[in-house]
């Protein structure tokens, strides 16, 4: 696992060990920021249930003010912070320990980007979807990862599917408001 372009390109992450983290793959993460490539810099981004952090670090890479990592297990949260360390993104990076829609519920900061990549069968996305919208500013985007088997709405808050990415069987499902993208 690397990041793959940007100011820290070709830097290796460390993953967790084991099966139950499943690492965005290269494809899926290079086609996710063809998704966002003229969104990302200078803007703040949420990365949620982070795993190794990579998503994040990767846009902090191609330019982010700002990426927050949300997890609530602490071998991700010791993944994350080492990676964040090896990138030299202490200054624009921050890790919450918590669960998702803890997180989510809290007041805070609005956000430019949010990307969700939780365990797939654990049921999260209908819990989190209606949070999040809370949480991105009008001309925000929300970019979700998802198995095919998975039936995202068309529609959550503010927010509706603008498009749906297939990658064989991952999928990237992207929520606006109608009219405020860029």
């Given at each position: 696992m690397r990041i793959i372009t940007g100011l820290r390109r070709g830097r290796k992450l460390q993953s967790l060990p084991g099966g139950d983290v499943r690492p965005t793959t290269d494809r899926v993460k290079e086609s996710l920021f063809n998704i966002l490539q003229f969104?990302?810099?200078?803007r703040s981004f949420l990365d949620l249930y982070a795993g190794s952090g990579q998503i994040g670090l990767e846009a902090l890479s191609r330019g982010a003010r700002l990426a927050v990592f949300v997890d609530n297990k602490r071998a991700s949260q010791e993944v994350i912070?080492?990676?964040?360390?090896?990138?030299?993104?202490?200054?624009?990076?921050?890790?919450?320990?918590?669960?998702?829609?803890?997180?989510?519920?809290?007041?805070?900061e609005a956000f430019d980007i949010a990307f969700l990549d939780p365990p797939y069968y654990a049921g999260e996305f209908e819990t989190v979807l209606a949070l999040v919208a809370s949480r991105v500013k009008d001309t925000g985007i929300i970019i979700c990862e998802h198995p095919g088997t998975v039936t995202l709405p068309d529609s959550f808050g503010r927010f509706h599917r603008?498009?749906?990415y297939r990658y064989g069987k991952i999928y990237l499902t992207a929520y606006e408001i109608p009219g405020n993208g860029e």
């Open positions: 969104r990302i810099e200078g912070r080492s990676n964040i360390k090896a990138t030299g993104f202490e200054d624009r990076a921050q890790l919450i320990s918590a669960d998702a829609a803890v997180f989510l519920g809290s007041p805070g603008q498009k749906s």
